[in-house]
């Protein structure tokens, strides 16, 4: 069963169709994306997160999202331990990462297709995005 997320920022040169209103950063830009990497061998199309914290953002901070081939690389000022991101490819693949204290580099908990869904992910995908 998918973990629903409640945000997301994609890249949206991805995107195959007119719609371009998503963006490489979050409403707030609580999550940016800045150098996207690799799901295993295909390009990562997002990173999927809950956005629990709108009134208490730590400072931002730097993280890698390990994978394997090339990292991506996110600010976020969502620093709380034990928050969630899951980086997703255009065919659903999601890798799952927690952060824990004082961490930069994230490593993989969990690597499955569509363990993550997103705002507009499913309905983007289902339409071919």
């Known amino acids: 069963m998918a973990t629903t997320y409640t945000d997301g920022v994609y890249d949206n040169t991805k995107q195959i169709t007119v719609n371009r209103s ?23 199309f997002g990173v ?22 090339l990292n991506t690389t996110i600010t976020s000022k969502l620093t709380a ?25 994230l490593f993989a908990d969990l690597t499955a297709k569509g363990a993550g869904v997103g705002p507009d992910h499913r309905r983007k995908y289902l339409l071919g995005y």
Not at 35 to 44: F, Q, Y
Not at 57 to 67: D, F, H, K, N, R
């Open 22 to 44: 998503l963006s490489l950063s979050g409403s707030n830009a609580e999550v940016v994306l800045l150098g996207k990497g690799n799901v295993t061998s295909l390009s990562a």
């Open 81 to 105: 331990t034990g928050t969630e991101f899951a980086l997703i490819d255009i065919h659903g693949l999601t890798v799952v990462y927690t952060l824990t204290a004082g961490t930069t580099t």
């Open 48 to 69: 999927l997160y809950n956005d629990t914290a709108v009134t208490s953002y730590g400072p931002i901070a730097t993280l890698t999202l390990t994978s394997p081939g």
